[in-house]
């Protein structure tokens, strides 16, 4: 039951007891919670904020990891949005890794494949085709031959579609498959063809040490 107001006492008065300088010690938590709130969008976030990275910059000597001992060099300054650098032990499983600079983005997926090197093209330009759906999307020249500088040879064919062009580069090394697509912006391939090439080649595989 309520207590009465006294006579005379306005509806918002409180007691002595419950003051402190004035203010209603009720209020205090309320006021504490909302100074923390404001705190953590003001102060707190901005700082996790600015210290996520969107990738890892590749500096020179990195090896990004494909798991199960291949490895590829990648070209430095560029980031490494998905993947991992080579720790000194590459793990078992099989991973994907994707490199970028420039809007142009270099993605290697490894996966057991029993294949030729062709099969493995024709398996990879079938399941890019289903997932792109683009009907404007063409192959361009025939398919070539090309070898890693540790002798492991591969096939690599160039592609366009709209508003976009790209490489697609494949191996099979002891049972596994090495998919490489590159894709950037019209025309922008030519000026980091060279870095390209160079990551293309680098890929290593178990058989060559490649967990240095």
Do not use: C
């Not at 390209?196 to 890929?203: F, G």
């Amino acid at each position: 039951m309520a207590t009465p107001m006294a006579p005379g006492r306005p509806p918002d008065w409180v007691p002595v007891e419950r003051r402190w300088l004035g203010i209603d010690r009720r209020t205090f938590a309320p006021a504490l919670a909302a100074i923390m709130v404001i705190f953590v969008f003001r102060g707190v976030l901005p700082v996790v904020d600015s210290s996520v990275s969107d990738g890892y910059e590749i500096k020179a000597g990195d090896v990004v990891d494909l798991g199960a001992g291949f490895t590829m060099l990648p070209a430095e300054g560029w980031t490494l949005s998905n993947g991992q650098v080579a720790s000194g032990q590459a793990p078992a499983s099989h991973l994907s890794a994707a490199l970028t600079n420039a809007g142009i983005e270099v993605s290697v997926t490894t996966g057991p494949f029993t294949g030729t090197p062709a099969e493995l093209l024709d398996h990879v330009k079938r399941i890019r085709d289903a997932y792109t759906k683009n009907e404007n999307q063409k192959y361009l020249g025939d398919a070539a031959t090309t070898t890693t500088e540790h002798g492991d040879v591969g096939i690599v064919q160039q592609f366009s579609a709209v508003n976009i062009e790209g490489v697609l580069a494949v191996f099979v090394i002891d049972g596994v498959g090495v998919d490489i697509v590159v894709t950037g912006p019209p025309g922008s391939l030519a000026a980091h063809d060279d870095e390209i090439s160079d990551m293309i080649a680098s890929v290593r595989g178990n058989d060559s040490g490649a967990a240095q």
